[in-house]
T-cell receptor
Framework: DGGITQSPKYLFRKEGQNVTLSCEQN?????MYWYRQDPGQGLRLIYY???????QKGDIAEGYSVSREKKESFPLTVTSAQKNPTAFYLC???????????FGSGTQLSVL | LAKTTQPISMDSYEGQEVNITCSHN???????ITWYQQFPSQGPRFIIQ???TKVTNEVASLFIPADRKSSTLSLPRVSLSDTAVYYC???????????FGKGTTLSVSS
């Protein structure tokens, strides 16, 4: 089954701590995305990557970092600089023809 | 980047047809229009995509007028399980910044 795997499903962060959210895909898609969703709100773009070793900031990149060392992996690090990290984080991958994105099941991040 | 505007919420009853309209006045020539459905605590799911005129699949229809400045998602005979948030997304290629709007919350009652 081709798809997007996000882990963990739930994550807790202590103040001042960096945490990393995992996103893996076996779709062989070039493009990958990270979105943040706050309760009752829409999706906001954090980072996106069109190809390995390349990524671009989205609308709310401050306090986050990413890497794209392998085509199938696009991890997101929530740094201590992100003062309000509690949210639902969604990873997606898309083909290059048009943006039919496939989303993972999400990671709920909370602050202890 | 084409910005999208949708109604915040809509209410319907089971068995009715629901039409959700999205405005995208500055859509580019090579942009596609894609609709997604999202249930609570899940990632959005692709519903339908189109470029112009009408597209139909097993779950929905998408109507796009000639000027392409808006689009309408049509859900025939909705059921309680269609209660969800619906997003329209405008863009031309994966790998570019794909910006979602706020979505439309559809509530279906019996």
């Amino acid at each position: 089954d081709g798809g997007i795997t996000q882990s963990p499903k739930y994550l807790f962060r202590k103040e001042g701590q960096n945490v990393t959210l995992s996103c893996e895909q076996n779709l062989n898609h070039d493009a990958m995305y990270w979105y943040r969703q706050d309760p009752g709100q829409g999706l906001r773009l954090i980072y996106y990557s069109q190809i390995v070793n390349d990524f671009q900031k989205g609308d709310i990149a401050e306090g986050y970092s990413v890497s794209r060392e392998k085509k199938e992996s696009f991890p997101l690090t929530v740094t201590s600089a992100q003062k309000n990290p509690t949210a639902f984080y969604l990873c997606a991958a898309g083909d290059r023809v048009a943006e039919k994105l496939l989303f993972g099941s999400g990671t709920q991040l909370s602050v202890l | 980047l084409a910005k999208t505007t949708q109604p915040i919420s809509m209410d319907s009853y089971e068995g009715q047809e629901v039409n959700i309209t999205c405005s995208h006045n500055n859509i580019a020539t090579n942009d596609y229009i894609t609709w997604y459905q999202q249930f609570p605590s899940q990632g959005p799911r692709f519903i339908i995509q189109g470029y112009k005129t009408k597209v139909t699949n097993e779950v929905a229809s998408l109507f796009i007028p000639a000027d392409r400045k808006s689009s309408t998602l049509s859900l025939p005979r909705v059921s309680l399980s269609d209660t969800a948030v619906y997003y329209c997304l405008v863009g031309n290629q994966a790998g570019t910044a794909l910006i979602f709007g706020k979505g439309t919350t559809l509530s279906v009652s019996s």
